[in-house]
């Protein structure tokens, strides 16, 4: 992938992984929008020459305005890098459970599917662009105290699986970025192996820069979570990560 030339639209980038990548594919010479919830932090990326667009995954209306705008501005957006999501604790013993489950769903996957299908027919009108997903290490090693973040993220990348095979021959590639726990957002409190974020960036921009592009982008810090079962670690890996297990507040204590 050509770094240095692009038009990219990151959803969701308005913090953490998203807001560093942003800032990279910029560094790189690409010009690049990103669109967010946060009237704050789109404020704060403006002021820092970045393109800004209002978005709610969520809501399939604000969706398709949102393209509407982005492609307004940027007709020749080539790139579409698709990373709202939610990381939230579930006690499945619990029924409450269910609406953080739903909002989970609703963000980290369907928001995915909406923002995918919005810019869809743009990209393979042109016969060439990207899109990128971002999944997660959690989505091939699951982390029982976030039971539907890993569920979430196991779909989108078998969902990225069956975009790139019916978009062959249109032009159009999906590359699916898989980051390890980054030290952003507060993983750094709670996980004290937590990637720096720069490590991962410039780690990531390396891996988009090769020829050809690689289909998942695997920073060696998520390598052991993506082949956890072929290399026979799965069950132990997943027996280490239940300790974790006493997040949950109802068994805080025991």
């Given at each position: 992938?050509?770094?240095?030339?692009?038009?990219?639209?990151?959803?969701?980038?308005?913090?953490?992984?998203?807001?560093?990548?942003?800032?990279?594919?910029?560094?790189?010479?690409?010009?690049?929008?990103?669109?967010?919830?946060?009237?704050?932090?789109?404020?704060?990326?403006?002021?820092?020459?970045?393109?800004?667009?209002?978005?709610?995954?969520?809501?399939?209306?604000?969706?398709?305005?949102?393209?509407?705008?982005?492609?307004?501005?940027?007709?020749?957006?080539?790139?579409?890098?698709?990373?709202?999501?939610?990381?939230?604790?579930?006690?499945?013993?619990?029924?409450?459970?269910?609406?953080?489950?739903?909002?989970?769903?609703?963000?980290?996957?369907?928001?995915?599917?909406?923002?995918?299908?919005?810019?869809t027919p743009h990209l393979v009108r042109r016969g060439a662009g990207?899109?990128?997903?971002?999944?997660?290490?959690?989505?091939?090693?699951?982390?029982?105290?976030?039971?539907?973040?890993?569920?979430?993220?196991?779909?989108?990348?078998?969902?990225?699986?069956?975009?790139?095979?019916?978009?062959?021959?249109?032009?159009?590639?999906?590359?699916?970025?898989?980051?390890?726990?980054?030290?952003?957002?507060?993983?750094?409190?709670?996980?004290?192996?937590?990637?720096?974020?720069?490590?991962?960036?410039?780690?990531?921009?390396?891996?988009?820069?090769?020829?050809?592009?690689?289909?998942?982008?695997?920073?060696?810090?998520?390598?052991?979570?993506?082949?956890?079962?072929?290399?026979?670690?799965?069950?132990?890996?997943?027996?280490?990560?239940?300790?974790?297990?006493?997040?949950?507040?109802?068994?805080?204590?025991?």
């Amino acid at each position: 992938m050509d770094l240095s030339n692009r038009t990219v639209l990151i959803v969701g980038g308005t913090s953490g992984i998203g807001r560093e990548l942003a800032r990279r594919f910029a560094a790189a010479g690409s010009t690049v929008a990103i669109g967010g919830r946060s009237p704050q932090a789109l404020s704060e990326l403006a002021e820092e020459g970045f393109g800004t667009i209002g978005i709610d995954v969520t809501d399939g209306a604000s969706v398709e305005s949102s393209r509407d705008a982005v492609l307004a501005r940027y007709p020749e957006l080539d790139t579409v890098v698709t990373m709202s999501g939610v990381m939230l604790l579930e006690d499945l013993r619990e029924p409450a459970h269910f609406q953080a489950a739903a909002t989970t769903i609703d963000t980290n996957l369907l928001g995915t599917i909406r923002v995918i299908d919005a810019f869809t027919p743009h990209l393979v009108r042109r016969g060439a662009g990207t899109f990128i997903t971002v999944t997660s290490g959690i989505a091939f090693l699951p982390f029982p105290p976030m039971p539907s973040y890993a569920a979430s993220k196991a779909a989108v990348h078998a969902y990225s699986e069956a975009l790139r095979a019916q978009l062959d021959g249109t032009g159009v590639d999906v590359v699916e970025l898989v980051p390890p726990a980054v030290a952003t957002a507060g993983q750094e409190k709670v996980n004290p192996h937590a990637l720096p974020l720069d490590d991962f960036a410039t780690e990531v921009m390396n891996l988009l820069g090769t020829e050809p592009t690689p289909r998942e982008i695997l920073v060696k810090g998520v390598l052991m979570h993506r082949w956890a079962e072929r290399d026979g670690t799965y069950d132990e890996l997943v027996a280490q990560r239940s300790g974790a297990l006493t997040m949950l507040p109802s068994r805080q204590g025991r």
